[in-house]
């Protein structure tokens, strides 16, 4: 005779959403045997072996039935090792082994891997499992300690830690309490290196000033040793930092991708993504086997995705960057389904002039012809994105011998001012910089005057600029204006703006 099911709560994730999954298990009359339904994945057909083992290896004994573990709904795709836990409750409670209050199992959620001697795991994804959990009405969770302080930072919802599975029946019948979260403030994060470390480079300074107020995507070129990683390197200590719902998505993400740390469970800091230059496509852009998970792009999120020596990237990788950039997220398609990743950041390119890259361009011993390929690996479409494009030349000898420059805190406020000023101005539309301002907005809720126009309807007549150029010139243009704390741009906004579209205006 079938025994009575029992079911326990847990959350599957699929790609960047979360959804409620309902763990059943049923013991019943026949040959021996363990099963494992509900569209599962390999890491899930092996947690028959890990929760068997868990929870002999705790003390309890494993049925000698037919022992059914259903996970619901069936169509969703589920994977990973979270519901190695709640399998394993779920067994237990069916068995008869721990008796539970219907009422705390239905507000409860469960998540957690299984060692084989019962200690329990850290997983991946935390926070947006119980962010979707709080939404379905839980108000308990119950985790892996190492993922405590990362489940904390769900408001409204109470968390806490199961060190072993034993401790967790010992809870579930009242007779042991679980692990808290303690006030221990988190480790700050690595020291971001200080602008005053740059010596000279003012065009190059200034640029990633306009980039950071605004949002902008800059490329750098320039002989090698000149200060492009050294400035890149920079870059997120002039960037203000996350506010809470930035801060949680940016998290969000990380946790998903498994890049969270322990010890710093928000990341408050915009991050700085910087993958190598033999990236493939699945590395920037996101994917894997089964449901695609967070590439660079979306791990650089609210911060800064740097690609050093990127005429060195593959065209074809490069020229994947162009939907993340023109809609700040990124959609993948895999077997398993569709997953939509955030994907809103600062894209930091930076390349030496030739293949040879001397320290001085009159010793460059590359054809015209081998020049042009060299850069030319940069598609005009994705040009056409960058906002910013600095051409940096060695500093003088008297310029090595100054004082410092300016120090990153002096910058970070000026950029804080004008991305307040950004904010106020576009609060209507919920766009947080400049770069973010659709087209329509920018030529109609706040049009430039006549006069500050003329230099860009020019650019078109000419053909050196696309109508997409023309508008993200309009948004640099905004971005030095907010740094000025002017009221709209001018002339000399607009002429500086297509100035850094095109070396050659005049």
Known sequence: MARVVSTVASMGLGGFVARPVEIQANIAAGLP??????????SLREARDRVRAAIVNSGHRFPELKVTVALAPAEMRKEGSSFDLGMALSVLIADGAVAVAPDLLRTTVFLGELALDGRVRSVRGVLPLLLAARQSGHRLAVVPVENLREAALVEGMRSVGAPTLSAAVDWLAGNAELVSVTDDAPLPGP??????????????????????????HVLMTGPPGIGKTMLAARLPGILPTLQQEEA??????????????????????????????????????????????????????RGVLFLD?????????????????????????RRD???LYPA?????????????????????VCSSVARRRYLGRLSGPLMDRIDIRVQMEPPGATMLLRAQGEPTAAIAERVCQARERARHRWRGGGWLTNAE???????????????????????LRDGRITARGADRAMRVAWSICDLRGGDRPGPDEVMQALMYRDREFS
């Open 344 to 364: 809103r950041f600062l894209l930091l390119l930076a390349a030496n002039p030739c293949p040879c890259a001397p320290a001085h361009d009159v010793d460059c």
């Open 248 to 301: 949680l998505e940016v998290t969000a993400i990380h946790s998903v991708a498994g890049t969270l740390p322990a010890d710093r469970p928000l990341i408050t800091v915009p991050p700085f993504i910087a993958p190598h230059h033999n990236v493939t496509m699945t590395g920037l852009l996101g994917g894997g086997t089964g449901t695609a998970k967070p590439g660079a792009v979306s791990r650089a999120h």
């Open 33 to 42: 045997g363990f099963t494992v339904t509900g569209s599962v994945d390999s």
């Open 191 to 216: 020291p971001i290196p200080d602008m005053a470390d740059v010596v000279g480079q003012s065009a190059a300074r200034h640029a990633l000033e306009v980039a950071a107020a605004g949002g902008h």
């Open 437 to 459: 301002v659709p087209g329509s907005a920018l030529r109609h809720r706040f049009p430039l005057p006549p006069g500050a126009l003329a230099p860009i309807e020019q650019c």
């Open 309 to 333: 020596e990127c005429a060195e990237v593959a065209p074809k990788v490069l020229d994947g960057l162009r939907q993340p950039l023109e809609e700040g997220l990124v959609r993948l398609s």
């Open 337 to 339: 389904g569709d997953a």
